[in-house]
């Protein structure tokens, strides 16, 4: 009994006491710090493999990598620059993503999910910083968005 008691009264002078850090209402600075550090590495991962998929022209335009010289067979070349197109596309995308997510980080909308309005763990945003839903509003927005043949993140 006295045992509550000092646990009670220490939760009322630290609400957060015995709280996990995943489960606060709010993100520390450094937490949200290190989220930013996060998404500015992986988007300077991404910018430079964007830049390195792409080769300066003579004319001073960008464009993909001529695989023709790799081999003659036509059909493994557009394959080979069909992949290269996708793989620019999601590259690209993560990116726009990822500055969505720096802009949002230091507003206090940023750890709440878009859906039901519950804080996002910070352990799924440690692991994906961009994340906008909770896990479960995630995988409902999954299922009800899911295309056959398609895999599911």
């Given amino acids: 009994r006295g045992h509550r008691r000092i646990e009670a009264a220490h939760s009322i002078q ?3 006491a ?3 850090l995943s489960a606060m209402r709010y993100l520390t600075i450094e937490q949200r710090e290190a989220l930013q550090s996060a998404l500015g590495a992986r988007a300077g ?5 964007v830049a390195e998929a792409l080769d300066q022209q003579d004319d001073g335009t960008l464009a993909l990598a001529n695989h023709s010289q790799d081999t003659d067979d036509d059909a493994i ?3 080979e620059a069909s992949l290269d197109v996708a793989r620019l596309s ?5 990116l726009r993503e990822i500055d969505r997510a720096l802009a949002r980080l230091h507003t206090p909308e940023y750890g709440q999910c ?5 804080d996002i763990p910070f352990i799924r945003l440690q692991a994906n910083p961009m994340a906008t839903r909770c896990i479960a509003c995630q995988s409902g927005f999954e299922r009800s968005h899911a295309q056959p043949g398609h895999a599911s993140l």
């Fill in 18 to 20: 015995g709280v996990p």
């Fill in 14 to 16: 630290n609400p957060r």
């Fill in 90 to 94: 999601r590259e690209v995308l993560e």
């Fill in 77 to 79: 070349v557009d394959l």
């Fill in 114 to 118: 878009a859906d039901c309005g519950e």
């Fill in 45 to 49: 991962l991404l910018r430079t493999e």
